[in-house]
């Protein structure tokens, strides 16, 4: 896949100073020197060819009243794809992946309340049948931020 170097400043752009506007494909094409049409389909087009996962707001969970906390389960590898899609039903799940270890799958939940984590936790050691599950409630949080200058 070939960048050219709009794309690279769009990709740097979009990853620390997203317009939150009404219009803000109009604004980057503005800061660009190009048009909203083109911003889109520039976007689409990485998205596409995967260079963008993802574009959205990353909110801070605690200022919305959440409560979040990381689990690690003990899955058999024969139904790690089972366990997953129950786990990634409910829609406080953030992250949900395999680790080398005994305890191989791990996700971060968010609820209103930690008796409501209580509860999620409950109900999928109830519809897994699997009991080895461990919460590890969140102590402290530390955002790092992450952008890749793609102008280098």
Not at 5 to 24: G, R
Not at 30 to 36: C, D, G, V
Not at 130 to 138: D, E, F, K, S, V
């Amino acid at each position: 896949m070939l960048l050219d170097q709009l794309d690279k400043k769009l990709l740097n752009l979009i990853q620390s100073d997203f317009p939150i506007t009404a219009k803000p494909y109009q604004e980057l094409a503005e800061k660009l020197a190009t048009t909203e049409e083109d911003i889109i389909n520039r976007i689409g087009r990485l998205q596409e060819q995967g260079v963008i996962r993802r574009l959205g707001g990353i909110f801070d969970s605690r200022s919305l009243g959440y409560t979040g906390t990381l689990c690690a389960m003990k899955v058999p590898p024969e139904r790690i794809s089972e366990v997953a899609a129950v786990i990634n039903k409910y829609p406080g799940i953030t992250h949900n992946y395999l680790r080398e270890h005994n305890y191989n799958m791990w996700f971060t939940l968010l609820a209103d309340s930690e008796e409501n984590i209580s509860d999620i936790l409950n109900e999928i050691k109830t519809k897994t049948g699997i009991r080895q599950l461990i919460n590890l409630p969140a102590q402290n949080i530390f955002k790092i931020k992450v952008n890749f200058d793609t102008e280098v």
